[in-house]
């Protein structure tokens, strides 16, 4: 006995410890049951957590600039991962509690119970564990501002040039801050801003934020400023409750430390950047902004310190764009298709939009049929063409409708009247203007003038005509979209006819005048007018350009009492039909260029006449005397080579000596004049009469005898002389007398004056003794010389006269173009070389004495400039060094040589 109970102290700890491990392992097995209906109520919990998280992260996630945390992300892919292994859990269940006997204390597979029971027990803590957790403060934060934020675009050819052009502004050594890009509707100003926004992703141009705004048309500052405000961030619910002014101090604590660039896109007028809270871009930041705009006005309201005009693709890049977009499987289709595709694609004139979406429309176009039918409704600018109403035109009418006045807007549908491509000379535009009263009529014609200028400069400026020099034109979609305007106002009040360049052999039937207010017949070949129209309303007519037109019925103006601007120049009329007397509201009437040979008494009926142009009328002999000087209301009166070269001298001829002076000083309202004078005596009364001297434009001499002499200083007196357009012939005395005026240069007073500022070309021919024209030296603003048949001219400017004048002022610091024609003793132009920083072109024919050309290395510098001459006289060119002839030899242009009596009748065509 004694051994036995000696032995069991040593055998209890040793029961414990295996009831220890076996008690724990066994309530895997006997609590399994209820941990799988525990776990299927915690799996329950916890969806509705995840619920309301995630709809908590959502709500959050709206907020601009804001994301969700990592801690909630992180917990959002634990419930992912632990849910997926609860349903597995539960769906095995069923068969792992059918292993359990004894009352589910015991399993007949104890192991697998085992390990499964476990399982079930460490999920459900962990599940617990995340329905439980409340330690994450904020679901969203928010994120940095991104630099860049890519926008959608689409690669459009023609644009790399341009976008290199505007990128390097953006080089942040560049002084230039504020860049305005301006140009039509359509021209791919947006494209272009969306490319430099892009090509901040991968450039090594490095910036805090570049930030894009639309301005568009119906702005507000406030919602600008808003847009700004997202794009940095500050944009919540705190920020929505501030005031303009708080949000603008909030932008620029933000913006002013760091290096933006800001993108405005589409402005139609200026926007206050300040007033937002935009600082304004400095080079030590290094900031930048640029914006887009249809009118050039704004990038001056912007103070732009680059502006740049965004043209029109080149017809080449043009071309291509408009057979990728139709595709080589529809082009190649038919053989006459390209013909066709390429007729197409000059009207849109390199207008992107117009390429890309005529492109569109005829790329399914399969048939020769469907193209040739799209000629002809392209052709028809009042023709609904599938897309362009609703792409093009609907978008460059905002142009239109953005125009300031009513008045201004009838000026540009004016414009539709002339034909596609047509250069509209400035003074006529405005005249036709001024005599259709678009605007308050002005006593002072000057005024008027200033004010036809003025809105030509909105025009252009908004980009709805090209400036030319002298010239504006209209492109081809604009104009189309101009000529669907005014058909769309004439079914309310205003109706047009334009047929210009439509090929015409005879004139619209004479009923189609009847409501007409506004006809253009311009450039065809219509033969006569025999047929009498009907049409009380009409304004305007145009028959000029008609070289076929030889007879005007007598009574076909008949009707026309309310015409009041009648253009026939550059028409085959002989004579004006007897009727004209008829139309009493006649303001302009225009017969240059015809072969009239005398003007009918009656014309001294048009007693509202303002603007009457007889140039270049050589057959005219006859102008009734007394006829000039009943026009009383004449403001403009245009007699440049008016008349031949010899006429008669009847004293009730208006072409006579001195009558022409005598019957022009009666007109009170005279303003604008331009005349050929032919003899001494008239020239002299002319120059004594202020009142003619004032209103000179231009001025043609011709024919001197040979005992006369001219002092140049006579011109300078002249207030408005803009060119001398034709024929300067001085006789030998000219020498004397000129350089009696010349020497006078020494003169201070006139160094600083330098007399003929206005006078802008000079064209001297046949002056057979004429030696030089330092003269010239006095004209600060002459962009065109040409100088021809003079045989005896030795040198433009003189050496000998000039002395130490030509360091003090600037010659031919704005000639764009020199020609120089038959002068066989010339030897020189200018002593030294010239900068010609405007120069465009020099023509050189038959000069054998010049060797040398005032071209140097730093001459025209930047400039395209084009030579003209013929390669015996290029070949011996003396120049300044090597380089100096490479640079120009680029743009020489050999010319065909012709015999001087060639020469006698190119002159007399021009």
Known sequence: ???????????????????????????????????????????????????????????????????????????????????????????????????????????????????????????????KELTGQRDIQEVAYKRPVEPVVERPSELTLGFKTMLDNVWSYLDEEEPVCIIGVYGMGGVGKTTLLTHINNKFLDSSKKVD?????????????????????????????????????EKAVDILNGMRKKKFVLLLDDMWERVDLVKMGVPLPSRQKGSKVVFTTRSKEVCGQMDAEKIIYLKPLAWEIAWELFQEKIGEETLHIHPEIPRLAHDIAKKCQGLPLALITIARAMASRRTLQEWNHAVEVLSNPTSDFHGMWDNVFTILKYSYDSLPNDKIKSCFLYCTLFPRNFKIFK??????????????????????????????????????????????????????????????????????????????????????????????????????????????????????????????????????????????????????????????????????????????????????????????????????????????????????????????????????????????QCLENLNRLSITVRCASALQSFFSTHKLRSCVEAISLENFSSSVSLNISWLANMQHLLTCPNSLNINSNMARTERQAVGNLH??????????????????????????????????????????????????????????????????????????????????????????????????????????????????????????????????VEWENRETKAAFSRFYFRRIELQPSHMFGMLGSR
């Open 1 to 127: 006995m004694g051994g036995v109970f000696a032995i069991q102290p040593s055998l209890d700890p040793c029961l414990e410890r295996c009831l220890d491990c076996l008690i724990p392992k066994a309530l895997y097995i006997c609590q399994l049951e209820d941990n799988l209906i525990a776990l299927e109520a915690e799996r329950d919990r916890l969806k509705a957590v995840h619920t309301d998280w995630t709809q908590m992260i959502m709500t959050a996630e709206e907020g601009p600039g804001m994301s969700r945390s990592k801690l909630i992300d992180g917990w959002l892919l634990r419930v992912e991962a632990l849910t997926k292994e609860v349903e597995l859990l539960i769906a095995r269940g069923p068969r792992e509690k059918a292993r359990l006997c004894l009352g589910g204390c015991c399993s007949m597979n104890i192991s697998a119970s085992y390990k499964f029971g476990k399982r079930v027990d460490k999920v459900l803590n962990e599940v």
């Open 209 to 245: 934020v570049v930030i894009w705004i639309t301005v568009s048309k119906d702005f507000t500052l406030e919602r600008v400023q808003e847009d700004i405000g997202k794009r940095m961030g500050f944009f919540n619910e705190q920020w929505k409750e501030k005031s303009f002014q």
């Open 427 to 664: 003074s006529d535009l405005i005249a036709y203007w001024m005599c259709e009263e678009f605007w308050d009529e002005y006593d002072n014609g000057s005024s008027a003038n200033d004010k036809g200028h003025h809105i030509m400069g909105v025009l252009v400026r908004a980009c709805l005509l090209e400036d030319e020099g002298d010239y504006v034109k209209m492109h081809d979609v604009i104009r189309d979209m101009g000529l669907r305007i005014a058909c769309n106002c004439a079914r309310t009040k205003e109706t047009n006819l334009v047929q210009a360049g439509a090929l015409l052999i005879e004139a619209p039937e004479a009923r189609k005048w009847e409501h007409i207010k506004r006809m253009s017949l311009m450039e065809n070949s219509i033969r006569v007018l025999t047929e009498v129209p009907t049409c009380p309303e009409l304004f305007t007519l145009f028959l000029c350009h008609n070289p076929n037109l030889v007879m005007i019925r007598g009574d076909f103006f008949r009707s026309m009492k309310a015409l009041t601007v009648l253009d026939l120049s550059k028409t085959g009329i002989q004579e004006l039909p007897s009727g004209i007397s008829d139309m009493v509201s006649l303001q302009y009437l225009n017969i240059s260029y015809t072969v009239i040979n005398q003007l009918p008494a009656g014309l001294m009926r048009l007693e509202k006449l303002k603007y009457l142009n007889l140039e270049h009328n050589e057959n005219l002999y006859m102008i009734p005397k007394q006829l000039v000087r009943s026009l009383s209301r004449l403001q403009a009166l245009r007699m440049l080579g008016c008349g031949p070269v010899h006429y008669p001298q009847a004293k009730d001829n208006l072409l006579s000596d001195g009558v022409c002076v005598k019957e022009l």
């Open 747 to 876: 003169n201070s007073t006139i160094l600083r004056t330098r007399c003929f500022n206005n006078l802008q070309e000079v064209r001297v021919r046949k002056c057979f003794q004429l030696r030089d024209l330092t003269w010239l030296i006095l004209v600060p603003n002459l962009t065109v010389l040409e100088v021809t048949m003079c045989r005896n001219l030795e040198e433009i400017i003189s050496v000998e006269q000039l002395g130490f004048v030509g360091k003090i002022l600037n010659p031919f610091a704005r000639l764009q173009v020199l020609e120089l024609h038959d002068l066989p003793q010339m030897k020189r132009i200018y002593p030294s070389i010239l900068p010609f920083p405007f120069l465009k072109k020099i023509e050189v024919f038959n000069c054998p004495m010049l060797k040398k050309v005032p071209l140097g290395s730093n001459s025209a510098k930047g400039r395209k400039v084009v030579i003209e001459a013929d390669d015996h006289w290029w070949n011996g």
